[in-house]
């Protein structure tokens, strides 16, 4: 019964923070930045690998979005036209975005932990930690989508497909909770963090898979409600990353001195 009480007593502070904090703010802007990374980087990558990827892309999305939506990313991906022009426009959309949002996620680390701005070279550390363990979460995600989509697997299947998931999602973003903190001194500090937005990452995926298995029973079909259901997923994919860090700074600090915004 104790443990319980402070279960929920710790929930309540963390949910203070993020409101004291204003997350949602920094939330929204990393998820705009993501999104407006996502078919450029597709792009490329299919420039790379060619077209047979973008079958790949297909298969896999198929657990992600709506069929109209998923039929007009393939399209995108396989216009021939203007390629050299997308690639290079691709090239400087994936930098932009991708600085933002290590930009963004640095900034709430500093914000939640109250830490002073850190040099040049440490923040371009920090930020190649950041990009590089979401690519990591990220590609961890999609491999588990296609390696669904492409084999039929009943329900005890599945569930260990999630519960892998949920491991490798923890590892990869481990990184993120522990090298940019100036708070969090190991790795074992940091797993708090990283469990928790590594499970709200693979709740989060299993509900997208839920609706796109059932758009059309809920008459919800359609490129526009597949766009907004990325965007929302995104955001709330970046208010759990941010979540990840206010449960490391309320286990590893006196919450009551965080700063305020």
């Known amino acids: 019964m104790a ?26 802007a990393i998820a705009y930045y993501a999104f407006l990374s996502f078919v450029p980087l ?3 990558v299919v420039a790379l690998l060619g077209r047979r990827f973008a ?4 298969t896999g999305s198929a657990r992600f979005v709506t069929p109209e939506t998923q039929q007009l990313l393939y399209q995108a991906l396989t216009t021939a036209s203007g390629r050299t022009g997308a690639m290079v426009l691709s090239v400087g959309a994936i930098a932009w975005g991708g600085a933002n949002v290590a930009v963004g996620f640095l900034t709430v680390v500093e914000r939640v932990e109250g830490a002073v701005e850190q040099p040049l070279s440490t923040q371009v550390r920090d930020g190649g930690v950041v990009l590089g363990a979401l690519s990591v979460a990220i590609l961890a995600i999609f491999a588990q989508s296609v390696a669904l989509s492409v084999s039929s697997v009943g329900l005890l299947e599945t569930l260990v497909g999630f519960g892998l998931l949920l491991l490798v999602l923890t590892g990869a973003l481990l990184p ?7 708070v ?3 790795p074992r500090e940091a797993l708090p963090g990283a469990l928790t937005a590594a499970s709200g990452w693979t709740v989060l995926h299993a509900g997208i898979q839920f609706y796109t298995a059932n758009a059309a029973q809920y008459a919800i079909y359609g490129v526009v409600s597949g766009i907004v259901i990325i965007l929302t997923t995104t955001y709330i994919a ?3 990353l941010m979540a990840g860090l206010v449960v490391n700074a309320v286990r590893t600090t006196d919450w009551e001195r965080l700063p305020p915004t």
């Open 42 to 44: 597709l792009l490329l």
């Open 184 to 186: 969090v001194v190991s």
């Open 55 to 58: 079958f790949e892309v297909y």
């Open 238 to 240: 970046a208010v759990v």
């Open 3 to 28: 443990r319980l009480a402070g279960a929920l007593d710790a929930t309540k502070t963390v949910v203070g923070v993020l409101y004291e904090q204003d997350i949602k703010y920094p939330a929204a």
């Open 176 to 182: 993120l909770y522990y090298v940019p903190s100036r």
